[in-house]
Nanobody
């Protein structure tokens, strides 16, 4: 059974750093594109960052969030810095089989249940 389990969310204050983790199991993810998406209240799910199997990455929150992966641990991370209340959302981890980078949610086959991040001002 394929599982993506996010952790690290919670209620946090604006500013500072927070790291989300996503532990993957049930298949080999080392060749997959791994991504983070988020969905704020009342808004559509949006792309945050993605990282390919060889470490290339894209992100939509330039300079504040960093995506990384540890293939030996089947884990992908999202380091969030300089948080603002606008970062409040449920953050989802996703996996897209195959090489390269994907931005669109439709390109991802496996999804976690999400971890909620609430940033207070």
């Amino acid at each position: 059974q394929v599982q993506l389990i996010e952790s690290g969310g919670g209620l946090v204050q604006a500013g500072g750093s927070l790291r989300l983790s996503c532990a993957a199991s049930g298949r080999a993810f080392s060749s997959d594109c791994m991504g983070w998406f988020r969905q704020a209240p009342g808004k559509e799910r949006e792309f945050v960052a993605a990282i390919s199997s060889n470490g290339n990455y894209l992100d939509s929150v330039k300079g504040r969030f960093t995506i990384s992966r540890d293939n030996a641990k089947n884990t992908v991370y999202l380091q969030m810095t300089r948080r603002t209340p606008e970062d409040t959302a449920v953050y989802y981890c996703a996996a897209s089989p195959g090489f390269g980078l994907r931005v669109g949610a439709a390109g991802y086959s496996y999804w976690g249940q999400g971890t909620r991040v609430t940033v207070s001002s």
